[in-house]
């Protein structure tokens, strides 16, 4: 295929989408009517919308495990589905409309790639994470001073999952020099909070297991921050990994399952990792 050939093709498909972006912006207004829309829609609001935007980015995140096209293709049309929604009521309510959104989306992406928009050079992976981070501080109205670092962080994670909260955190102190300088300090650090929920359990203080263990997951989350793993995505996994395990056990356990003592799930356990230890190992 010839240059001017993909550059044809490029173009049209560019052409069908942007008929069909158009046709959807028609769609979506045509949902929030205020005459003829539909009446579920015409009542949500930013914050009613919340939980469906968790359940539809869970959604797709599971479409990427699963690794089916369709799907991913399927979810990340709901995912767009919300922004459009959301785009609309920032028109209803007069603050902002789906314009704006792109408008400042372009923005933030010339201006955070000056090595692709501006100066046309390669950079290393690590180059272009610190030239992002740099633009990205630079653009701040005003530097946060010593005392406003824990008001602003508590302003920016109060609405996140904890998970997230914990990994944004972590990331901005650390730029302030309050951070781990190897694994042993933070396996040093869990230990003793492991020590302390015994502890607490000792003196059976609901209160205290609770922060005690709340201690302990922070820790890990600090490491996985440090090792710059992903914790969801190793928990998925481990998750995973706990399911094929168990239906070993069942295979083997059969309509006896709940009769099973321990011992015997101990047993069943060891021969399931066993088993699919073998089996990773012959793949390999």
């Not at 901005?172 to 909070?193: A, C, H, M, P, S």
């Not at 083997?252 to 356990?269: M, S, V």
Request: with cysteine; glycine share 2%.
């Amino acid at each position: 295929m010839s240059l001017n050939d993909r550059y044809n093709l490029q173009k049209n498909s560019d052409l069908k989408t942007l008929k069909s972006f158009k046709i959807l912006i028609s769609n979506i207004k045509s949902l929030k009517d205020k005459n003829w829309g539909c009446p579920w829609q015409k009542i949500q609001s930013h914050k009613s919308l919340i939980p469906f935007l968790l359940e539809e980015s869970n959604e797709f995140i599971e479409a990427i495990y699963e690794k089916k096209a369709d799907n991913i293709c399927e979810e990340l049309g709901d995912l767009l589905l919300q922004v459009m929604l959301h785009a609309e009521i920032g028109h209803e309510k007069k603050e902002f409309e789906l314009y704006d959104v792109i408008k400042n989306l372009n923005k933030k992406i010339i201006n955070r790639h000056p090595y692709i928009f501006k100066k046309k050079e390669k950079v290393s992976l690590e180059k272009s994470q610190q030239i992002w981070e740099n633009i990205k501080n630079s653009e701040k109205e005003t530097p946060h001073t010593e005392a406003s670092i824990s008001k602003n962080l508590n302003m920016k994670i109060k609405n996140l999952p904890p998970m997230v909260g914990t990994d944004k955190i972590t990331n901005v102190v650390k730029e302030y020099g309050f951070k781990w300088e190897n694994t042993d300090q933070i396996f040093e650090k869990l230990e003793e909070e492991i020590n302390e929920l015994k502890e607490a359990i000792k003196s059976n203080n609901d209160s205290e297991i609770k922060n005690e263990f709340g201690d302990i997951y922070f820790t890990l989350l600090n490491l996985s921050n440090f090792l710059k793993i992903n914790p969801e995505s190793a928990l998925q996994k481990t998750n995973i990994k706990f399911l094929e395990r168990f239906s070993i056990v069942e295979d083997h356990a059969g309509d006896n399952i709940k009769k099973q003592t321990p011992k015997d799930f101990q047993r069943l356990w060891q021969n399931a990792k066993q088993k699919l230890a073998g089996k990773i190992h012959r793949s390999k």
